[in-house]
């Protein structure tokens, strides 16, 4: 999967079924296990994107394998909304980052990019979601992300779902600043985040956001 050959992916998959491997222990100890690897060494550099973006599409492959053998609910760590700002059509990125929260053991809603303010609410009410994922890498679309988080206030809906924001333009500072959960600068480093913010008590606020990564 690391090499991103879709092919030998959806083979090896494949073969895990044939043995009578449990589907969910080949995503949770194979393909899991495989994606942290690829995000550590993307965080360190080892790893450029287009190669990251290759074990991603290896790893659908065999999850599209997987999937019809898996018997019952599988168990989540929570549910996700996630899109990249109105006014940026960049999407590389949130994809990465909605492709790790997958695997990783969240259900995940993808808005797309280009999403206006108020659809990242309408869809977190509408699916019951108890995180608000917001990416940007313009930084002229990365200032509506603090209009979700007023728009909540308004509808005293902020204490219902955790914020979390990531992307070139954002920092922790301004993380801190607009009063969202949680800040994270690599995809690997978002599903810590969301896991950090899971692991919380639900309503609870934050003292300050949880911050993964430093800003380079």
């Not at 079924?17 to 949770?28: H, K, L, Q, R, T």
């Not at 290759?54 to 790893?59: K, N, W």
């Not at 994270?184 to 990564?213: C, F, N, S, T, W």
Request: proline share 3%; net charge negative.
């Amino acid at each position: 999967m690391q090499s991103g050959d879709e092919e030998a992916s959806a083979k090896l998959a494949k073969r895990a079924i044939d043995n009578g491997i449990d589907p969910v222990e080949a995503i949770d100890h194979g393909l899991a296990k495989g994606m942290k690897i690829v995000g550590d060494k993307f965080s360190k550099q080892e790893m450029f994107l287009p190669e990251v973006m290759l074990a991603a599409d290896a790893m659908k492959a065999a999850i599209a394998v997987l999937r019809p053998h898996m018997k019952g609910d599988i168990t989540k760590k929570g549910k996700v909304v996630i899109g990249t700002m109105c006014g940026d059509i960049h999407d590389i990125g949130k994809n990465l980052v909605a492709t790790m929260l997958e695997v990783n053991g969240y259900e995940v809603i993808d808005l797309g990019n280009d999403v206006p303010v108020q659809r990242f609410i309408e869809e977190a009410q509408r699916s019951n979601v108890d995180i608000i994922a917001l990416s940007s890498l313009i930084t002229a679309s990365m200032f509506y992300m603090e209009d979700v988080v007023k728009n909540l206030e308004g509808l005293k809906l902020r204490d219902k779902y955790r914020v979390i924001i990531g992307g070139g333009p954002t920092t922790p500072g301004y993380a801190e600043e607009i009063g969202v959960d949680g800040w994270g600068r690599h995809a690997e480093e978002g599903v810590q985040v969301a896991d950090k913010l899971m692991a919380a008590k639900k309503g609870q606020k934050l003292a300050k956001p949880v911050i993964i990564g430093e800003v380079q």
